[in-house]
């Protein structure tokens, strides 16, 4: 429980650094925040020295982070001169896709690269696992920017099997048709993933297959499938709950570029737009909710990491 | 299908027929047992003695099966209540391991499942091999905790090893041996990762458990006190062959192997002065790649001939409970001859000394 406090507390902090740096760049590199908010066509003056006050864009980073830490709690966000809606609106709207694309990928990846991985370790240094070896080395050499480029040439101008130009639509509504929309960055950002995953489990699963107690449930007579995924495993996940919390962070940063190729409405094209026409606002909050996101992964991985390993949640019983 | 029905309620149990276990590696292969056969009945307990690489817990893992199918090479006999386990593939072997033959590993902190519950892991065995369902699984673990009496049988079923004192973790090791009553069981040095306090409690119960379940053990370790009080025969392995095999009383009585009683000298004893030198053997166990062309313990033994060094002594039974390999035992005239030459050797320098 103690554990579970200091985790949460850490969460909290790390949120605060990420969001205030963040904003401190953000608004540093922008010759003059106000004008830039006001709007890329001929403000008045009046007009940015309006916005300039109401943002609090007169006053100093710590009381500007603490007005925007404010709005952030009531969820008023502001407004997007670009895109003329409320950042909240636009977030809102944007946000689940990229968030779905982002446990999408994961999921598919967490489901192929397990049999995988088992089966490379199972048979080590035989045929499959040669094969595998080569494939992930090729696989996490290989940009996604490229792979998406090639995926798209491929299933969907060649042989159309999925949409080019993808849609929102949303599970609920038809699930079908989201599959298919979200399908090529979903493939895209899962293949890294997979080399990934496949190669740290892989090599984890080798180590714990020389253990004595691998050979003690061999002893017991146990089914090698048996001694694999219900001895051997578990012992051997510490690396890979640890690549994918880090690896969040990278997916969300791949869904930029996946979104752009395959014109994916999400979180990632809004965070492009708004980057490249100054909406400093939205920058902020994308920036903000890809922290948040981040930050919770890592905590819910810090979580089962005591599920996993009793001893571990026994040292923190303890401390 | 497996021996269930014809193993022998007494009379020969396991036969080794020249059995060599060799493992080919970068370096050449290591002929880690070379031509070892024994017989031991169902009910009665065989120790394996000799000191680290002499091969006797390769030997013990190749009867049992129990070696990496990569880069070994095995040949010879093991006749288990008559099928010959060392034709048998690892299908084949999986029928006979947690079920006819079980083992009790050295170390039992690295050698029970970190993450898994002791209850659990004295389960599965009879979840998988009698189809056990939970709670009846669960019965049967607290039934065998109790056995292997350790205390608050209950309250282990739910506790991980690392909570477990290592005496404690032996006992839960014992128990899922035990599961499914093995008819014969394997223990690879019990007690050495367990303090001394502890460690004729383990050999006690496991001596114990053999009477009561009619089980044939092999204990293999390096310290002939352990297997003094609790083994019926012991066999002293040197450097992946026999030296001198015997019954327990016999061989502490009229040892015969130079080795053998190296072995002894190398163990304290009580009724010696405290800060009494131990004798420890002179050299190191000889490469396996290229061994000895003779007696493979020539190059370390006080008695050794220039036969020795070239011939390799066959074992050769005195009696039907006594067997040794070695061309000048204990108690020939070289010998005694040698031993006599030894002790003045020691007069001279004690006495050199003294001037």
């Known amino acids: ?319 | 299908m497996t021996s269930a029905m014809h193993r022998p309620q007494d009379g020969t149990l396991l036969e080794l027929r020249d059995v060599r276990t060799h493992f080919s590696t970068a370096r050449g292969i290591v002929r880690a047992v070379d031509g070892v056969s024994f017989t031991l009945e169902r009910g009665k307990a065989l120790g394996i003695v000799g000191e680290s690489g002499s091969g006797k817990t390769i030997l013990a893992r190749s009867i049992m099966g129990l070696l990496p199918k990569r880069g070994t090479i095995r040949q010879g006999e093991v006749l288990y209540a008559g099928d010959d386990l060392a034709k048998l593939d690892l299908k084949g072997m999986r029928k006979f391991w947690g079920q006819e033959m079980s083992m009790i590993f050295q170390d039992p902190m690295t050698s029970l499942n970190p993450l898994m519950k002791i209850g659990n892991q004295i389960g599965e065995p009879l979840r998988v091999h009698l189809g056990m369902d939970k709670e009846n699984a669960r019965a049967t673990a607290l039934k065998l905790l109790q056995d292997v009496k350790i205390p608050e049988p209950e309250k282990r079923l739910d506790q991980y090893p690392h909570e477990l004192s290592g005496g404690m973790r032996q006992r839960a090791m014992i128990a899922i041996a035990l599961a499914c009553g093995p008819t014969l069981l394997f223990a690879d040095e019990p007690t050495t990762a367990l303090d001394v306090t502890v460690q004729a409690q383990i050999l006690d119960l496991i001596q114990e458990q053999r009477r009561d379940r009619n089980m044939s053990v092999i204990l293999v370790t390096h310290d002939l006190g352990v297997v003094a009080g609790h083994t019926d025969e012991i066999a002293v392995m040197y450097a992946g062959t026999l030296a001198e095999k015997a019954t327990t009383a016999e061989l502490f009585a009229n040892m015969k192997h130079p080795y053998t009683e190296a072995l002894l000298r190398s163990i304290p004893k009580l009724d010696q002065p405290s800060h009494t030198r131990l004798m420890a053997i002179g050299g190191r166990p000889p490469d396996l790649i290229t061994p000895p062309t003779g007696c493979r313990f020539a190059p370390r033994c006080p008695y050794a001939t220039e036969k020795c060094r070239t011939e390799i002594p066959v074992l050769e039974s005195i009696s039907a409970e006594h067997s040794f390999a070695c061309w000048n035992p204990v108690g020939s005239s070289h010998w005694q001859s040698k031993q006599d030459e030894l002790a003045s050797n020691a007069g001279l320098a004690s006495a050199g000394g003294q001037a």
């Open chain 1, 1 to 319: 429980m103690r554990y579970f406090a200091q985790r949460f507390l850490q969460l909290i902090v790390v949120f605060l650094i990420v969001t205030f740096v963040t904003m401190v760049a953000i608004q540093a590199a922008s010759k003059d925040p106000a004008r830039d908010l006001a709007g890329p066509l001929n403000s008045t003056e009046a007009r940015v020295e309006e916005i300039r006050k109401h943002y609090h864009l007169d006053r100093a980073y710590p009381i500007r982070y603490a007005y925007w830490l404010k709005n952030l709690v009531t969820l008023d966000l502001g407004n997007s001169p670009t895109l003329g809606a409320s950042v909240r609106t636009l977030v809102g709207q944007r946000a689940p896709i990229t968030l779905l694309l982002g446990l999408y990928s994961i999921g598919l990846a967490l489901i192929l690269s397990l049999p995988i991985a088992v089966y490379a370790a199972y048979r080590r240094d035989g045929p499959f696992d040669r094969f595998v070896s080569g494939a992930t080395f090729a696989a996490v050499s290989l940009p996604n920017i490229i792979l998406a480029v090639l995926l798209g040439y491929f299933f969907a101008t060649k042989w159309r099997i999925f949409p080019y130009a993808a849609s929102k639509i949303w599970p609920w509504d038809d699930f079908g048709e989201h599959v298919r929309n979200v399908a090529l960055p979903t493939i895209t950002l899962a293949v890294g993933l997979i080399a990934i995953f496949v190669r740290l489990l892989r090599a984890d699963l080798v180590n714990t297959l020389q253990s004595d107690f691998i050979v003690m449930a061999r002893a017991k007579g146990l089914s090698p499938a048996r001694i694999l995924w219900r001895h051997a495993l578990r012992s051997s996940l510490f690396s890979l709950m640890t690549s994918v919390a880090l690896q969040f962070g990278g997916i969300l940063g791949g869904a930029v570029v996946a979104e752009q190729i395959f014109a994916l409405p999400g979180m990632g094209l809004l965070l492009f737009q708004a980057v490249q026409q100054k909406d400093l606002l939205v920058v902020q909050a994308c920036a903000a909710l890809f922290a948040l996101a981040v930050v919770i992964i890592n905590f819910i991985v810090d979580m089962l990491y005591a599920v996993v390993d009793p001893r571990i949640r026994h040292a923190r019983a303890l401390g």
